[in-house]
C-alpha cells in the first residue's frame, strides 16, 4: 500500500548545481527505514513546539486549525507520494470542514523525503511562509502528475511555476531551491521525527499519540469522535 520511507540519514551531501538542489545518499539510492509494527509504533512521540532548531536553522511546525483543539492529527506524508495525494484531495478537504475548521481538531503536516523532488518541493511550499505553505502543499498533492514529469531541470522549472502561481517571483524562488542550510536542517529533523514515530510509509497519521496507517474518511471519524467523547 504506501510507499517506502527513505531514511534521511543518507541524503548527507547537499549541493546547489544548475538553480536548484541536487541530493546524493551515499552508497546506495536508498534504505527502508526500520519500524515496529502499527501495534508497537503507537508510543510515536508527538511535538507540540511551534519549531525545531537544527544546526542553527528553524523550522517552523506546520500546522492548521485551533492549537487547544482536544484531537491533534500528525501526517506524515510526502508530496511525491500518490497515497498522499489522494488523502490531501478526497479526505483532508472533509476533515477539514467537519472537525478542523469547527476547532475540534488540530492537523500537522511532517515532510518526509522520499527523493530529491519531495524535498524541493518543500522548499518552494517553505518559501513563501506560514500563510503560504498549505496553499502550496494542496497544488503540489494535486498537480503530481503535471510537476514531477521529465528531468530534474523540468521538476524545477514546474516548482517554480507553482511558486509563481501564489505570488512568489524568480529571485525569492532561486534562493529558496538553493538554500543548502534550510535543506539540511528539513532533513535532519525529518529523520528525527519519523523515526520517534516509527514511521515506515507514506501517509502515517499520530491521533493524539496514538499511530495509524494509511486509512479513509470513515476511519478517521470513528477515531476522532471516540476520543472527543472521552474528552467530553
Not at 484531495?89 to 475540534?104: A, S
Request: aromatic share 8%; charged share 25%; glycine share 10%.
Amino acid at each position: 500500500m504506501n510507499r517506502t520511507v527513505l531514511t534521511a540519514g543518507l541524503l548527507a551531501v547537499i549541493v546547489a548545481a544548475s538553480g536548484y538542489i541536487w541530493l546524493d545518499r551515499f552508497g546506495s539510492e536508498s534504505q527502508p527505514m526500520l519500524a515496529a509494527s502499527a501495534q508497537e509504533a503507537g508510543t510515536g512521540t508527538e511535538t507540540e513546539a511551534d519549531a525545531e532548531d537544527a544546526g542553527g536553522v528553524e523550522v517552523i511546525e506546520m500546522a492548521i486549525g485551533d492549537p487547544d483543539a482536544p484531537v491533534t492529527i500528525i501526517e506524515y506524508g510526502s508530496v511525491t507520494c500518490s497515497y498522499c495525494g489522494r488523502f490531501h484531495e478526497e479526505v483532508l478537504p472533509q476533515l477539514e470542514e467537519n472537525y478542523i475548521d469547527t476547532g475540534q481538531v488540530r492537523f500537522v503536516f511532517r515532510e518526509v523525503y522520499q527523493h530529491r523532488y519531495g524535498l524541493w518541493g518543500g522548499l518552494v511550499a517553505r518559501c513563501g511562509g506560514e500563510m503560504r505553505y498549505f496553499g502550496v502543499i494542496d497544488r503540489l498533492m494535486e498537480t503530481q502528475s503535471d510537476w514531477l514529469a521529465g528531468e530534474p531541470a523540468d521538476v524545477a522549472d514546474s516548482l517554480r511555476r507553482i511558486g509563481r502561481s501564489v505570488g512568489l517571483n524568480d529571485e525569492q524562488l532561486n534562493a529558496c531551491l538553493t538554500d543548502t542550510a534550510m535543506a539540511e536542517a528539513m532533513i535532519a529533523i525529518s529523520e528525527e521525527q519519523t523515526t520517534a514515530a516509527n514511521v515506515r510509509g507514506t501517509p502515517s497519521f499520530v491521533i493524539n499519540g496514538e499511530f495509524y496507517e494509511n486509512m479513509g474518511y470513515d476511519a478517521f471519524v470513528d477515531v476522532i469522535d471516540e476520543l472527543l467523547a472521552e474528552e467530553g
